[in-house]
């Protein structure tokens, strides 16, 4: 079978090929194709991957990488192109990890609404819009090239914001797209280490959007352990979310939220955070991957050791001032080494390719689940998954709080992508100026008119 990565120069593909070579079972990947617009980024990746092929001892896994003559012969073959057309056609998978306008463009969507006195972050808030805005025209492009000529072809999206992109690909291929990522299955493996349940045997009443969601149940055994789990203080601040919201404040919700609501239940805190440290997250990737790609191009043979070394650090670093605030401590060494969205990608890859039921947490139609939002509605919610594809599970329903806050912020999802799908400049307006966190026609409309100035693939949106 053939996967192809769009983004395949994207740091973190190596993960995601690190996944596929130690997937052992029958019928795994055996081709990928790396597709991405920079053919110097492209170049560092391919050269992270030859050696984690060649790292591998065993001779049973020992395969040729293109480019390279002395590589394990069953890891996958490597190819990368800047055709697209290329890389999509007689794909089995397409991984879909593009970040449009690169790092670059996510410094801008931070300091911007620094400036204005709003959050700056990659997927919440005016940050998110942002990236929504200039992601959705290209993400959608690229859906209906898929469709064109790959039209059997399942798509993983994991390009943020996650569900707002995989809502704005779905009318070109249907159910064929599917979104993931790594923080609902994070949490719900943490609470479930804390209670000492395995968590590939717990059932995870998970619900809400794409980094706005709450585990609401956590069922191992027939039993319903979260109440258990949320009267522990020992094993409440044992995990990060303990750590990050505080016992009170879990107790009063009665359920645990997803990593992405700190930002919403601690806004003004993590404001004043963010604006006192010397540079932005996105400032601070930037010049850590600048950095690795240069080295890398000067030094390929040690492309493997550059690409680990700058991984711990930014693993290290995530969500740090979120963690500042609640004085949550450095992360569990334990959640860095255990996998993220690569293992879900993978889960969800062999669970379709060979009718293997797999329980998952995904991005998919809602089609009735949550009452509060319509059938259309992408949501992030428990899912079976077969050859067939995700069936969305039934779940408990969201309260008024929840439901609140996921109304409101799915309208504004779906105004970016109308903005986004129609240059609508009074839609992108209606975005900004709805979203919680902003809470101001005036600011909304200061933050559009800056977007559009310095974000060259927001020119469309200009008066």
């Known amino acids: 079978m053939r996967l192809t990565i769009l983004g395949g120069g994207g740091f973190r593909v190596p993960l995601v090929y690190h996944a596929l070579l130690n997937d052992h079972g029958p019928g795994r990947i055996t081709e990928v194709k790396l597709y991405d617009t920079d053919p110097t980024r492209l170049s560092s990746i391919a050269a992270v991957l030859r050696q984690q092929a060649n790292s591998l001892t065993s001779e049973d896994t020992r395969a040729p990488v293109s480019g390279s003559s002395d590589v394990a012969r069953s890891a996958p073959v490597v190819t990368a192109t800047t055709d697209l057309d290329e890389a999509i056609r007689g794909a089995d998978f397409i991984f879909s990890a593009i970040r449009v306008g690169g790092l670059e463009g996510r410094t801008v969507d931070e300091r911007v ?42 798509v993983i999206n994991f390009t943020n914001p996650a569900g707002m992109v995989t809502e704005a690909m779905i009318p070109y291929l249907g159910d064929r797209v599917i979104g993931i990522c790594d923080s609902p299955s994070g949490l719900g493996r943490r609470a479930a280490l804390a209670l000492g349940v395995d968590p590939t045997t717990a059932f995870y009443d998970y619900a ?29 601040t044992s995990f990060e979310e303990g750590r990050l919201f505080g016992v009170d404040w879990l107790r009063s919700l009665g359920s645990i939220p997803n990593e992405y609501l700190h930002y919403y ?59 500042e605030v609640a004085d949550a401590g450095e992360r569990d060494e334990r959640d860095m080494a255990a996998g993220g969205y690569e293992q879900v990608a993978l889960s969800l890859m062999r669970a379709i390719a060979h009718n293997e039921r797999a329980s998952l947490i995904l991005n998919v139609r809602n089609r009735g689940i949550l009452h509060h ?91």
């Open 373 to 463: 939002l319509d059938d259309d509605a992408v949501v992030e919610i428990p899912c079976t998954v077969d050859a067939n594809g995700a069936l969305p599970l039934a779940v408990s329903q969201l309260t008024d709080h929840q439901a609140g806050l996921v109304t409101a912020v799915k309208a504004v999802e779906r105004s970016t992508i109308e903005a986004a799908t129609t240059a609508s400049r009074p839609a992108a307006l209606r975005a900004f100026a709805w979203h919680p966190l902003i809470d101001s026609v005036t600011a909304a409309g200061h933050l559009l008119d800056a977007y559009a100035t310095h974000l060259p693939d927001l020119t469309y949106l200009r008066p």
């Open 265 to 323: 239940y601690f806004a003004r805190e993590t404001l004043a955070a963010v604006q006192a440290v010397r540079q932005t997250r996105g400032t601070f990737l930037l010049e850590q991957q600048s950095a690795f790609y240069a080295e890398t191009t000067q030094h390929p043979d040690q492309a493997l050791e550059l690409w680990q070394k700058t991984r711990a650090e930014r693993e290290s670093t995530y969500m740090v001032e979120s963690r």
């Open 208 to 236: 809400g959007l794409n980094h706005l969601g709450w585990l609401r149940g956590l069922r191992s055994g027939g039993v319903d352990r979260l109440p258990e789990l949320l009267t522990s203080t020992d094993e409440l």
């Open 113 to 154: 609404a620094l400036d204005l006195g709003v959050l700056g972050q990659e997927t919440v808030g005016a940050g998110g819009i942002a990236y929504g805005l200039r992601t959705i025209p290209v993400a959608t492009a690229i859906a209906r090239r898929i469709a064109a000529i790959a039209p059997e072809a399942w």
